[in-house]
């Protein structure tokens, strides 16, 4: 019933941008938190940047200053804007909902920089 579903994904050289969204659907989407994870290969899972149902956002220290979280409850929608991109960005990017104790996951969107 609740659904994570990702786009934007890519390949782009260093320094180019991309952004992700997250459509999420089977929830009151205004009231939930969202978050972003990637996993690079050989890497475990990172939480990058996480936006709270009220707007207020936490970017990861590694990546605060190159990429920002917003969303449009309108569009049951949450953006990651991806700037300045590094190689070690490269990852499968994941959205991500915890709802009364469950964790729901979308399918993942691949980012591929390169250098």
């Known amino acids: 019933q609740v659904q994570l579903v990702e786009s934007g994904g890519g390949l782009v050289q260093a320094g180019g941008s991309l952004r992700l969204s997250c459509v999420v659907s089977?929830?009151?989407?205004?009231?939930?938190?969202i978050d972003w994870y990637r996993q690079a290969p050989g890497k475990a899972r990172e939480l990058v940047a996480t936006i709270t149902s009220r707007g207020r956002t936490n970017i990861a220290g590694s990546v605060k200053d190159r990429f920002t979280v917003s969303r449009n409850n309108a569009k049951n929608t949450v953006y990651l804007q991806l700037d300045s991109l590094k190689p070690q960005d490269t990852a499968v990017y994941y959205c991500?909902?915890?709802?009364?104790?469950?964790?729901?996951w979308g399918q993942g969107t691949q980012v591929t920089v390169s250098s």
């Open positions: 089977g929830v009151i989407f205004s009231t939930t938190n």
């Open positions: 991500h909902a915890f709802l009364g104790y469950l964790n729901y």
